[in-house]
């Protein structure tokens, strides 16, 4: 039986939008809900087993920093078992500067892609079990401190 019901697909969606905000809000500690206890995450020079330790490392970092971030191109594909597999484009708008940044002082940091693994557990509910982000453009100079 397929898992890519609408109703999967709503929740995956769900689950990206949850992701960009914790991250734009700065709400780190939303991750635990977004991803699975032993996710794999690999981003740009980190990789991390664990969502305590991913969400460690945003807390970790210094300096004010506004960002935005949009998910475009989502393809989904239904693997055996509990799994959805998926790829989409992210971009992501940043300001090393408190918000609301002047125009003048953001860009696009990075544009890339992101290829991301999805379970779901026995009462329905949908997690990021790992995230590899593939950065096709980035402005080192905008990445975060």
């Known amino acids: 039986m397929s898992r890519l019901t609408p109703g999967a697909r709503a929740a ?3 689950l990206n939008a949850r992701f960009a905000w914790a991250l734009d809000l700065h709400e780190f500690d939303m991750l635990r809900e977004i991803f699975t206890p032993d996710v794999h995450y690999v981003s ?3 990789e991390f087993h664990d969502v305590e330790a991913l969400i460690a490392s945003f ?3 210094t300096g004010t920093r506004t960002t935005r971030h949009g998910l475009g191109n989502l393809l989904l594909q239904d693997d055996a078992g509990n799994t959805v597999t998926g790829r989409g484009s992210w971009h992501t708008f940043a300001s090393n500067d408190d918000g609301p940044a002047p125009l003048a002082d953001f860009d696009v940091y990075m544009v890339a892609d992101f290829d991301d693994t999805y379970v ?3 009462d329905g509910t949908w997690r990021i079990a790992a ?4 950065p096709v453009f980035r402005r080192a100079d905008l990445a975060p401190r």
């Open 12 to 14: 995956i969606g769900d």
């Open 44 to 46: 740009v020079g980190r």
């Open 59 to 61: 807390h970790a970092r």
């Open 120 to 122: 779901v557990d026995a």
């Open 131 to 134: 995230r590899r982000i593939t």
